[in-house]
């Protein structure tokens, strides 16, 4: 008999559509590989909250861009005040999975209580790992981290946590991770290298939707930082967001503009940035906006590579993470992959709850 | 109260003695981070086996290079027949994990058997994996694909198959995957680059035991086809070793030569690889010995790449794998680490270890 898993989902935008669209996709092969069978028990959006939506109608509904009202046309008209309600009384905590791919702090108390019922969780959502320390305690405390994953907060669904959790789980001392955790930045660290202007870089990939929608959410540094953050928790730092050292691609006083206003005084800013690829260029170097963590401290900013490092040679939207430890000696482990993109976020989701059907039940 | 997981280690060389090193040193990491403790129930080398030796034992006893006599003394006396002796009758095969750090396909029978009643396994082995079709199959059944792990087959300890298993997980399609999968030929081909002569750098990997007892073993390329068979089955392709086209760095007749002789006439071929390695030079290509996987083949054998692919740009032991995936689309998921050494290896294995661990039980 197949093993079933109910997936409860926390957030139904781009990634969220995704992964129900692709869990639908897999069940043929996730029955014949693994045994296992996915059932969507719950589907909680800041529009409101659905159950019980059959798998196998989820392709079909989420294909016509129509997901959240179609799904809303699934519910059993059992209208929930809130995202714990849906996990407080868990038939079988011990087959379910509990999905985030919302982008809000709101979630914690929800996966907290899902995972002290012995439900697993996944996260694409980086604020809950990345908010206070004390959270990230609870949702790391043993045993109940085996139950835990959060592939994609990180370099979209590249595995970047999965291969640093292999790390730590052999006991290797990590002295060094340094990389870039932003398809959209290396998008703009690109376009200054091929000689475009910042202001003009920023715009085309703001029209292109590479950026959020207020494109600051991506020049402050701040989501670089959440990543860098999650990944030094990861190997022991105990730091808090205010602890890391963020270079912003913007000053100060562009902070209080509308998203109009700061797009168009970008071009103020554009001498300053060519002045900076032309000095790294005279010492064949290109700009990266870089996360470094090491010696208990976090740096995010802007850095001159040499062209010829594995970081320097990145172009695009692509991310690279380069892991220094002690058995790997001089040499890191390296991990390339898109750092963007919903079909590449959704599927480091899956995979993850591929690994937490392994944890949740192994018979014989 | 801790979970305690019972080990079962097959083979005690170089990787076998570091996998107990480690699990040694990690013991108190381990216990704080998963609330986990690892207790050795038994050892089965070639030379007997022993059973019953306290972990805390084991540290001092690995280091002083008496490894497997100093084990021997601390047998209960019970001397075993086979590694199947081992595993036919579990006390407790739901907190068993079962390692195989041998190499020979001898150990298959008891590592079937071993899953067969609930135990979790684990092989740096490669044979087992890459012997007949059916054995993988009856490997990778399901369910008990989920107490399957295998990452130290393949490229040292480089999490290549853990990142491989989480595409297929993710039921991404894989069209390619590219690489180098022998530490030993890497060394060799960039001794090539550099201008040294064939013979001179197979020696000197000789010398400094990178290769191993008999050079061939490496050179003919059968090792490294091993590794693709293995990542090759992972992604689904139904192949023997008889399927794949290797392309041996020495000629037929050197087959018959003891290793001696072996050595002594490779300078015969001198002059053939600094040819090949002129042509590629001129253009602007290096010499790699590379694994190809693509559309249901598997090719092994010297390639010339130009030198600014990453494959081109890898130095000395280190391995690189690229998956090319419909996701990840033109551009490949990237993993690039060490290619051999006992330690890495074993860090690999141990990772394995803490992910079984947690398959095999996870309370709330």
Known sequence: MAQRVEIILFGLGNVGSCVLKQLAAAAQNHLLRYNLEFSLAAVADSNGYVANIPLNAVNALVQHKQAKKALADYSNGKKLNSALDLVQNLSNPSSTIVIDCSATESTIPALLRAMQSGAAITMANKKPLSSNYSNWLEFTAAPRIHRLRYESTVGAGSPFITVCNRLIAANDKINKIQGTFSGTLGFVMSGLERGESYSNIVQKAFKLGYTEPDPRDDLSGKDVARKALILARTIGYKLEMD???????????????????????????????????????????????????????????????????????????????????????????????????????AAGVIADCIELAGVLKSSP
Chains 1, 2 share one sequence.
């Open 243 to 345: 602890d890391i050292k963020i270079e912003p691609l913007y000053p100060t006083q562009f902070e209080s503009l509308n998203v109009e206003q700061f797009l168009g005084r970008l071009g103020e800013l554009d001498e300053q940035y060519a002045q900076k690829r032309e000095e790294a260029k005279n010492n064949n170097q290109v700009l990266r906006y870089v996360a470094k963590i090491e010696q208990n401290t976090i740096t995010v900013g802007l850095q001159a590579l040499s062209q010829n490092t594995p970081i320097g040679r990145l172009q695009g939207t692509e991310n690279m993470v380069e892991f220094y430890t002690e058995i790997y000696g001089e040499k890191p482990l390296v991990v390339q992959g898109a750092g963007a993109g919903g079909e590449i976020t």
